[in-house]
């Protein structure tokens, strides 16, 4: 049984490592010799923990191991997480029982490739009705892969106009994969700054352009939290340089119903099903970031493509010679595509509505209780999200660290931290919508009196968090001492001990 050790107000299970458990012969029998045919060949050595190196433990114990584990971890399902950017919301579990089932069809069913094959045709035409655009791609697994997916489909038809542009612009309020997803396509990329407002000016974008910029990468919302103000006047800037109008629309979360980027002129966006529509974000769970273009662009999207035959039934097409090719293994990731479709039709139109509405009314709730108390750097209207900073506690020695650290103890996840760049100590708070007003006041709470405490006893924060099963890490020696695997920990012992 794993040491307990008392942590403060809380009694924490201190977890080894599962090869700590090990003990040669426990994992004998799990599969009884007249059934051990009937396992796949490549699973055959699994039977045999001699065979490859993994710990000798029985199966109960590995059950109880992680179950022990996920006690000692944090999720939405147990309390607000206000994580920034992420969109950390409570999504219903029906759209997880809906999707189970529709992925479970058996195969007796008489056309049940046809019967997802439809519903992923509705999931198409709804994402193109909440965003304006003409075509949609489902198969990209994640936002930064949407993001690649889009840049490959603007370098395609660049190449195809005969042209060699390879420059994109990317405001300093950008998420940080948009620069990565457009250097691994092939693009070089020019960083421009934001107005003094937050958001992106037309008159910055005129400046910047010439006959090498292949497109502008957008995120809209922002960062910050802010609407892009200028994007229609942008979106002509660039069309009449003969560039296109990217949008990372990981936060339509925030203009659900309100906004279509169709209408603010983009030409081809992604969005993240794993933040906006019935799926968790994080823990490198399976995602979804389909990706929409405007007519121009759809010859180009990934293969294959979901056709209807006249008369017939939904059917798989490879026959679209100009799209960039395969971007995933057929039906991407096919659970989190079903519960978006399952959420959108759950909620509807108006339900989609409210839903980016509570948003907004919650993280400005939020910020209205908490202006009066940290550093707001920007004053413009915000959306889904917003930043604060430590400057004002900076005078007292307290940093943002401190204080996201401070929030576990009351039980709260922290925000982000530290992003975006264009903000110094910046804490980017995201509540979503599925957070009730109790809750947020429980946190606006917990950070009035963390800013108190800055003030009267900052150096309590310094050890900060004391209730939680690990407190303060020492995050300069888990730099500088890297520990990934079993074998560096155990060296890292040795020359502790050798000291
Ligand atoms: C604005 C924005 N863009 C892109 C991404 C990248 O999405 P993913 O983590 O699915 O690759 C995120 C992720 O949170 C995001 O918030």
Request: proline letters at 8%; glycine letters at 8%; one cysteine or more.
């Amino acid at each position: 049984m794993p040491a307990r050790e008392s942590l403060g107000r809380s009694t924490a299970v201190l977890e080894p490592l599962l090869i700590a458990l090990n003990a040669p012969g426990r994992n004998k029998h799990i599969v009884p010799d007249p059934f051990k045919p009937c396992i796949p060949d490549e699973l055959t050595p699994f039977l045999n923990p001699d065979e490859v190196e993994l710990p000798d433990v029985a199966e109960v114990e590995t059950v109880r191991h992680f179950t022990r584990l996920s006690r000692l971890n944090f999720g939405v399902d147990q309390g607000m997480y206000p994580l920034g950017s992420c969109t950390m919301k409570y999504n219903p579990k029906i759209c997880e029982n809906i999707a189970e089932r529709i992925r479970n069809i058996h195969s007796s069913d008489k056309h049940p490739m046809h019967m997802v094959l439809r519903a992923l045709a509705a999931l198409q035409r709804y994402l193109e009705e909440i965003c304006g655009m003409d075509a949609c791609c489902l198969w990209p697994a994640a936002g930064a892969h949407g993001e690649l997916t889009g840049m490959l489909i603007i370098k395609k038809a660049i190449k195809t106009r005969g042209e060699d542009r390879s420059v994109v612009l990317i405001p300093d309020t950008a998420h940080g994969t948009n620069p990565a997803s457009c250097a691994i396509a092939g693009f070089t990329t020019r960083n421009i700054p934001s107005g003094p407002k937050g958001y992106l000016e037309a008159a910055t974008v005129k400046d910047h352009l010439d006959k090498d910029v292949a497109a502008l990468m957008i995120t809209n919302p922002n960062t910050l939290g802010i609407f892009e103000q200028e994007i229609g006047a942008i979106a002509e800037l660039l069309h009449a340089n003969g560039s296109y109008l990217y949008m990372d629309g990981a936060n339509l979360n925030a203009i659900l119903g309100v906004s279509r980027p169709g209408d603010m002129g983009v030409d081809c966006l992604h969005v993240n099903l794993h933040k906006t529509f019935g799926t968790p974000h994080g823990g490198g769970g399976p995602g979804g970031g389909p990706v929409l273009v405007q007519s121009e662009l759809e010859r180009f999207l990934p293969i294959p493509r979901i056709v209807h035959v006249p008369r017939e039934l939904f059917t798989l097409s490879y026959r679209f010679p100009d799209s960039i090719g395969m971007v995933h293994s057929t039906l991407g990731n096919v659970s989190v595509l079903l519960k978006a479709i399952v959420y959108i039709i759950r909620l509807g139109p108006k339900g989609l509505l409210e839903a980016s509405r509570a948003a907004v009314l919650n993280a400005n709730y939020l910020k209205a209780r908490l202006k009066d108390h940290f550093d707001l750097p920007y004053d413009t209207p915000t959306l889904h999200e917003f930043v604060l900073t430590d400057k004002r506690q900076k005078d007292n020695g307290i940093s943002t660290m401190d204080m996201a650290k401070a929030l576990m103890d009351f039980g709260f996840h922290p925000p982000t931290v530290y992003f975006p760049l264009v903000v110094g100590g910046a804490m980017m708070i995201e509540p979503t919508e599925t957070e009730p007003l109790s809750e947020l006041d429980r946190f606006a709470d917990a950070m009035i009196s963390i800013a108190q405490a800055a003030v009267d006893d900052p150096h309590t924060l310094h050890g900060k968090p004391e209730f939680t099963p690990v407190s303060r890490v020492d995050e300069v020696n888990a730099a500088r001492n890297l520990c990934l695997t079993w074998d560096m920990l155990e060296s890292n012992k040795r020359k502790a001990v050798s000291k």
